[in-house]
Structure formats: C-alpha cells, structure tokens
C-alpha cells in the first residue's frame, strides 16, 4: 500500500484539533467527570472490577498514575474497593452508584455536544463516520495490544 503524505498530514492535523475540542456544553452548571476520571469510569463500568495492576496495563499508564486516579475517585466515592476472588491478595476496583451517576451524566453532557455538532448530518453520515472512529480505535488497541471492551 502506498503512503499518502498528503492524508497523513491531514489526519494529523484533524486529529489534534478534534483532541482540542471539548464537547460538552460549556453553560452546563453541574461539573463534568476530570477527562481520567471519565476514560477510567468507561472501563470500569464495561468490565469486571479490576486490580491496580489491570487497569495500568489496560490504561497504557504508569503504577503512580493509575494510583493518583484512583485515589481521586475514591476521594469523590466514585470508585471503591471490592473482594476479589477467593485467596486473591490484590485488591479489586469497581464503580459506585455515584461514580456510575456521575459517569452517566457527564456521558450524557458529552453526547448532547456531539448532538449539536452533528446536528445537521444525515444518520448514514453520523454512522460512518462512528465506524470510522472505531475502526481507527479497534486498529491502534490491536497495535498496543491493549483491547478495549465494547458494550455491555
């Protein structure tokens, strides 16, 4: 396959202007969920409750950052720590109510600034470019060898 300068430049470029963009809305009174916070919620919440361990390497990020994190929504009650399987020493992390409420809202937040965006889209336009997104997540998971789980 042959490269396409061109289209790299491009991509990149589209790419660091679309990580700028925050997409809530900006008069929205109730405080959103920290980025971290609402990326470690999303796994949390799709997921069994994981060790520290799990969700640094899930999360590509550092044992002291995982920490940090965690100790925040812990802080917020948004997380707690759960059993885990029996003779396990690790402990496990699992989302509370409130971090689950608080996930939604901010999920929602974000979901009506993507509303206004796309807002004058036909559906087959907002689908494919919804699958273009997850193609393009699905190939760097596989290239990081870190896959996302989708659904539940």
Known sequence: MT????????MQYELM?????QLRPH????PALERSAYVLLNRLERSDPMTLKELSQALRLDASTIHRQVGALIRHEHVAYVPGVAGEVARRIAPTEA?????????????????????DWPQEKQRAFSGL????????????EAPWPRGR
């Open 133 to 144: 997104l997850r193609d393009f997540n699905e190939n760097v998971e596989r290239i990081e």
């Open 17 to 21: 202007l679309f990580f700028r963009y």
């Open 27 to 30: 008069h929205k009174s109730s």
């Open 99 to 119: 971090g689950i409420e608080a996930l939604l809202e901010t999920r929602r937040s974000y979901e009506q600034g993507l509303r206004d965006v796309v807002a």
């Open 3 to 10: 490269e396409d300068t061109d289209a790299l430049q491009e």
